[in-house]
C-alpha cells in the first residue's frame, strides 16, 4: 500500500512539474494582457511567500535564518525572480507562450556556456554538440519573419535573453552561496523578497495598481492558479521529485513544458505554430537533450515558470 502511494506521488509529482509549470506561459500571457507585468508578478511572489510562511509555521518548520543567509535569498530572488521572471511577464506581453518556452528552453546551454567563461569548465564532447545544435535551434526560432515583423518583439526576445543569463548567474551564485537549509524556507524567503523588490519596480515605473475586486473573474482565476499551483505545488513537486528519481528523469520537464506551452497557447489563444518553429523546437530540444545526459545543473533555477 505504500508502495502505491508513493508511486501516485510521483505520478502526481511528475504532472505538476510537465504540466503546471507548462501552462505559467499562458497563464501569465492571459494575466499581462490586463493587469501591469511587474504588479502582476508581485503579487503572486509576495501571496506565495507569504503562504509558504505559513505552511511552515503549521508544519513547525522553523524560519529564522542570518543575516548573510537573508542577504544571499535577497540576492538568489532579485536574479531568478525579479529579474529573471518579472521581466519574462512583461516580454510576453509583445511575444507568444510557445516562442518564449523555447527559448528560455535553451537555459541549460547559457549556464553551461558560463561555466565555461566564468569558472574555465571544459565543454564535454556531448555537451559541445548539444551547444551546436542549441544555437542552431534558437536561429531558426528568432529568425522567422512572421514572428520579428510583430511589434516590439524583437525586443522581448533580447529581455528573455537577459532574464536566461540572470538566471544563469543566480545558478552559479547558489551553488557556493550560503542559504537556508530547508529548502522550502528558502524559497519562502526568495519569492517574498522577489516581491517586494518587484513592487518597488512596479512603483519606479508608475505602473496604476487596482485591487483584486477590480479584475475580471478570467485574471482573478488566473492569478489564483499561479500563486497555489505555479508557485507552491509545482515547486514543491519539483524538490520533491529530485528526492525520489534521479535528476535525469526530473530533467525532463525542460523538454516537455516548451510543448505544453505551444499547445496551449494555439489551443487557448490562436496562436501560430509555424514549421520552422517545429523544426527549430526539435532541433533545441535534441542539443538540450545532450547538455542534460552530461551536466545535471542547480535546482534553483526551476523556481522560475
Excluded at 24 to 39: Q, R, S
Excluded at 121 to 148: A, C, N, R
Excluded at 177 to 194: D, I
Aim: net charge positive.
Amino acid at each position: 500500500m505504500a508502495k502505491l502511494h508513493n508511486t501516485t506521488l510521483v505520478v502526481a509529482a511528475f504532472f505538476s512539474i510537465y504540466v503546471i509549470w507548462g501552462s505559467t506561459y499562458l497563464l501569465n500571457k492571459i494575466a499581462v494582457a490586463e493587469l501591469p507585468p511587474f504588479m502582476l508578478a508581485s503579487i503572486r511572489f509576495i501571496c506565495a511567500g507569504l503562504l509558504i510562511f505559513i505552511l511552515c509555521k503549521i508544519l513547525k518548520i522553523p524560519i529564522a535564518i542570518t543575516k548573510l543567509q537573508f542577504r544571499n535569498t535577497v540576492v538568489a530572488g532579485f536574479l531568478f525572480l525579479t529579474f529573471g521572471n518579472g521581466v519574462v511577464v512583461w516580454a510576453l506581453k509583445y511575444v507568444d507562450t510557445g516562442f518564449a518556452a523555447l527559448e528560455i528552453s535553451a537555459q541549460p546551454l547559457v549556464i553551461l556556456l558560463m561555466m565555461r567563461f566564468f569558472q574555465g569548465k571544459k565543454i564535454q564532447p556531448m555537451s559541445l554538440i548539444g551547444v551546436v545544435l542549441g544555437i542552431v535551434g534558437i536561429y531558426l526560432l528568432v529568425s522567422q519573419q512572421e514572428i520579428i515583423s510583430k511589434e516590439n518583439s524583437v525586443l522581448g526576445m533580447l529581455m528573455i535573453f537577459a532574464c536566461m543569463i540572470s538566471w544563469g548567474y543566480g545558478s552559479l551564485f547558489v551553488g557556493n552561496a550560503e542559504l537556508p537549509k530547508n529548502y522550502f524556507v528558502n524559497t519562502g524567503y526568495q519569492m517574498f523578497t522577489a516581491g517586494i523588490l518587484l513592487l518597488v519596480a512596479s512603483l519606479f515605473f508608475g505602473e496604476d495598481w487596482s485591487l483584486p475586486t477590480q479584475w475580471s473573474t478570467k485574471v482573478q482565476y488566473t492569478m489564483v492558479l499561479l500563486i497555489v499551483f505555479g508557485s507552491i505545488v509545482a515547486f514543491t513537486s519539483f524538490n520533491y521529485l529530485l528526492r525520489k528519481v534521479s535528476p535525469e528523469k526530473v530533467a525532463t520537464s525542460t523538454y516537455v513544458n516548451p510543448i505544453i506551452a505551444l499547445v496551449l497557447g494555439w489551443y487557448f489563444l490562436n496562436e501560430t505554430i509555424t514549421t520552422q518553429s517545429i523544426a527549430a523546437a526539435a532541433i533545441l530540444l535534441t542539443g538540450v537533450y545532450f547538455i542534460n545526459t552530461t551536466k545535471t545543473f542547480g535546482r534553483s533555477a526551476r523556481a522560475l515558470k
